[in-house]
């Protein structure tokens, strides 16, 4: 009977065997959807274009781009929580926005760190605090002292929005210095930077990339970035840690997620790709020049990094006020 059992069962696991083997031999067999959540033309969307076209080559498989922008990214994340975990669907995003919005929102419909896993880190981009040149500090003593000096909220800054990385990274400035500076949303860096030239406004806190070109002209001055170190796009802007100020960093750190149960074999083998994508010479020369610092790491270390996120902007969303009403 034993040996009936097993003639019978042998083709079948056979099968199953070559079925798996299979499978795991020709990943990708279609394309692969990579979610930006956020408007086309943005930082983030040129970042994506530029690691979907090369993974596209290195895989084998067109991966395409879907733009699902709205809720402060929450709308492209939920899309990538609710998609099947089979390494056709990703989504790449700032990190700081995951971290930020598990306690902005009331309520979110995916947990990040549950429903999403870590396929790598892939870039980073600073923040930096800049100055109409009539505002009198040049640099971040200057600043602080005269913030002290004045009433409390009658220096303002603009940002991208409430709850946008640029916003909670000035109230962490607040914080950490002992200042309170004022906050003045804005529907995006553009109009922000508008006024701040305009003179409307006399700080303003955005992305390096689009501040750099104001800069280079004269019409605007950087006071500081908020990264560990001083970036490469611009070597002569100071950080507030060297200005003795460890606790006021926050650079916009680009991750790639999946949905969470998707096969560790995926995982590492898209871990790999993008790897070798990033190490390659003409993506960081683009990726430098559109002002990213290649930022490479394991599914793990980016996992650990979400969650250090969520635990180092609660305090500070709270403390804020903001919320997403």
């Known amino acids: 009977m034993k040996s009936k059992i097993i003639s019978v069962l042998a083709p079948i696991l056979c099968i199953f065997h070559l079925s798996l083997a299979n499978a795991q031999t020709i990943y990708p067999d279609k394309a692969i959807r990579l979610i930006v959540p956020q408007a086309a033309g943005g930082p983030s969307d040129v970042l994506g274009r530029t690691v979907a076209q090369k993974l596209s080559d290195s895989l084998g498989k067109n991966v395409i781009v879907d733009n699902k922008p709205g809720a402060g990214g929450n709308i492209g994340t939920d899309a990538l929580a609710k998609s099947k975990p089979d390494g056709y669907v990703m989504l790449i995003t700032i990190v ?94 553009a109009p922000a930077l508008t006024d701040l030239l305009g003179g409307q406004v006399p700080l303003a806190i955005v992305g390096l990339p689009a501040a750099m070109p104001y800069i280079k002209a004269g019409k605007l001055k950087a006071i500081a970035v908020f990264s560990k170190s001083r970036s490469k796009l611009a070597p002569n802007i100071p950080t507030f840690v060297e200005a003795g100020y460890p606790e006021i960093e926050a650079d916009l750190v680009y991750g790639v997620f999946v949905p969470a149960g998707t096969p560790k074999p995926v995982i590492n083998l898209l871990n790999q790709k993008i790897g070798d994508a990033l190490n390659a010479k003409d993506v960081k020369e683009k990726l430098l020049n559109d002002g990213f610092d290649v930022v490479y790491s394991s599914p793990n270390e980016l996992n650990e990094y979400l969650k250090s996120e969520i635990q180092k902007w609660r305090p500070i969303v709270k403390d804020s006020g903001a919320t997403s009403d």
């Open 96 to 189: 700081g926005i995951l971290g930020i919005n598990e306690t902005l929102y009331r309520s979110l419909p995916f947990n990040v760190t549950k429903d999403l896993d870590g396929v790598a880190k892939v870039a980073s981009s600073p923040m930096v605090l800049v100055a109409n040149p009539a505002f009198e500090p040049n640099t971040i003593p200057e600043l602080i002292t005269l913030a002290k000096s004045k009433p409390a909220m009658s220096i303002a800054y603009g940002s991208a929005g409430t709850g946008s990385p640029q916003h909670i990274g000035g109230e962490l400035l607040n914080s950490k210095a002992g200042i309170k500076l004022s906050h003045i949303p804005y529907k995006g860096a």
